[in-house]
């Protein structure tokens, strides 16, 4: 800043001390310059004040700011981070198992290898292969020794793998040929662990790739959910939809819950006179084929869509039930068929339906049993994830009801069970299973 005599002038003290000669001559002049000087002090004073209060302005700011950055949200950030990052591992953990798959990781790990073997076998990066596989390692889906470690421990390993996956016929490669042929370049060295040998390897009786498949169908379709959201629910073909769930609901079944319904159902019915048993929306028919098995008088009989009779027809002739036979139909539009002693209707599409009751009471004979399982709608309720995955698509001109695997023509599974009693079908029992179904037994008494 300078003054009007071109002096810099600096806002501060110094310009105020400023002396002046008393000469009279120069004292008009000085007195001009000294109220120049007033005005020029007044003006710095001004400056001065104004910069003050700026930073006080700008004191205060800080203190603000520091009081701001200190200041912690008032909702406890863990439970977002939780989360968030919850979340993330649990689709990084899904991912891994998935790419272990797709990689061929577990077929190859049937002989046990060092990740640097199984990253040549695979054609994979060398330097993350060991990563790779302690990830899988940390979640169950490997095991691991150290070459030269522990021989007998390993040995116990190895053997113990060997009976994990003995159900695969006998086509597993481990075993002491596989340990004798593995390289003996020390380090870690990975196999297949029970859980992977169990449900990934193709060739287990218990092999979950149908399911896994269906599951990464799903997960595409909610990494598309903005799309959905705007456009509307996928609308899927009914048929090819069926022909996948089937062979993967099969997979599942296989895991417990067709044990426990068909000792259930044997239970809770007598055998003795059910000599024809039809398993409506059968799909797999492994119900109908497991009743067959074990009850030597029995005919039973899978209705279903024609293209996923295909599917029966597959689990039919590999389980050998020679009194098993097939419907196809719609259940909807066409005769099920006549004099049945049992029907058995498991999660299919008609179960909640008021209007095929008429038909399946009409199918049975007097003293006949109807089974129904289903998903008991309070449960689809208290699952806003469900509902909502089960309404991201539809049939071609069909309508979803508001809660999971519900249509637009059913009614809760409690009503249903309710209206049984006007088409003359006496409702006797009805238990919950494992996996949250409610199984009802009826008799047709008139
Ligand atoms: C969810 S799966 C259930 C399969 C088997 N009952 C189970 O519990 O594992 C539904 C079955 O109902 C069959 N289905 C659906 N609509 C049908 C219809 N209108 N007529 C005959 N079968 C039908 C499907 O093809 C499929 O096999």
């Known amino acids: 800043m300078e003054n009007r005599i071109g ?11 400023q002396k002046i000669e008393p000469d009279t001559e120069i004292r008009i002049q000085n007195r001009e310059i000294n109220l120049e000087l007033k005005k020029q002090n007044k003006e710095t004073d001004k400056v001065e004040s104004q910069l003050n209060a700026e930073i006080g302005i700008k ?3 800080r203190t603000e700011k520091a009081t701001e950055l200190l200041q912690k949200p008032e909702i406890d950030s863990d439970r977002f981070f939780k989360f968030i990052d919850s979340s993330i591992q649990g689709l990084k953990e899904y991912r891994l198992i998935v790419s ?14 060092p990740a640097g073997d199984l990253a040549e076998k695979l054609g994979c990066d060398p330097v993350l292969m060991p990563h790779f596989c302690e990830a899988l390692l940390s979640l169950g889906f490997l095991d691991r020794f150290e070459e030269g470690i522990d021989k007998e421990g390993e040995k116990a390993q190895i053997v113990k793998r060997d009976e994990a996956v003995s159900q695969d016929k006998g086509k597993s490669e481990i075993g002491s040929k596989s340990h004798d042929n593995r390289k003996k370049n020390g380090g870690a060295v990975y196999f297949v662990s029970e859980l992977s040998a169990t449900y990934l390897l193709e060739s287990s009786t218990f092999s979950q790739q149908h399911y896994l498949a269906e599951r990464l169908r799903n997960v595409e379709r909610w990494a598309r959910l903005p799309q959905i959201m705007k456009q509307g629910p996928d609308i899927v073909e009914k048929e090819p939809f069926f022909g996948e769930i089937v062979h993967c609901m099969a997979e599942n079944a296989r895991c417990g819950l067709l044990q426990e319904t068909v000792k259930v159902v044997m239970e809770n019915v007598d055998f003795t006179n059910v000599k024809r048993l039809l398993d409506i929306g059968g799909g797999h028919g492994l119900y109908a084929i497991a009743f067959s098995k074990l009850n030597e008088d029995l005919q039973a009989f899978v209705f279903d869509l024609p293209p996923v009779t295909g599917k ?12 098993v036979d097939i419907i196809p139909g719609d259940f909807f539009k066409d005769e099920i068929g006549s004099n049945y002693d049992l029907i058995f209707s498991s999660f299919n599409p008609g179960g909640k339906v008021p209007s095929l009751i008429p038909k399946l009471a009409e199918a049975l004979n007097p003293g006949g049993i109807f089974v129904t ?29 508001g809660s999971g695997y519900s249509f637009e023509n059913s009614i809760p599974f409690t009503e249903y069970i309710e209206v049984l009693g006007n088409y003359g079908l006496e409702v006797f029992h009805q238990l919950d299973l494992k996996d949250g179904s409610r199984t009802v037994f009826a008799r047709k008494t008139t």
């Open 7 to 17: 002096n810099k002038i600096k806002p501060d003290t110094e310009v105020r001390t």
């Open 59 to 61: 004191d205060g700011n």
């Open 100 to 113: 272990a798959l797709e990689l061929g990781v577990f077929e190859a790990l049937r002989t046990p290898l």
């Open 312 to 323: 029966t027809r597959y689990f039919v002739d590999k389980y050998g039930a020679s009194r």
């Open 373 to 401: 399982r289903q998903m008991p709608d309070e449960k689809m309720k208290s699952s806003p994830f469900l509902s909502l995955d089960w309404n991201l698509w539809t049939f071609e001109g069909v309508k979803k009801g």
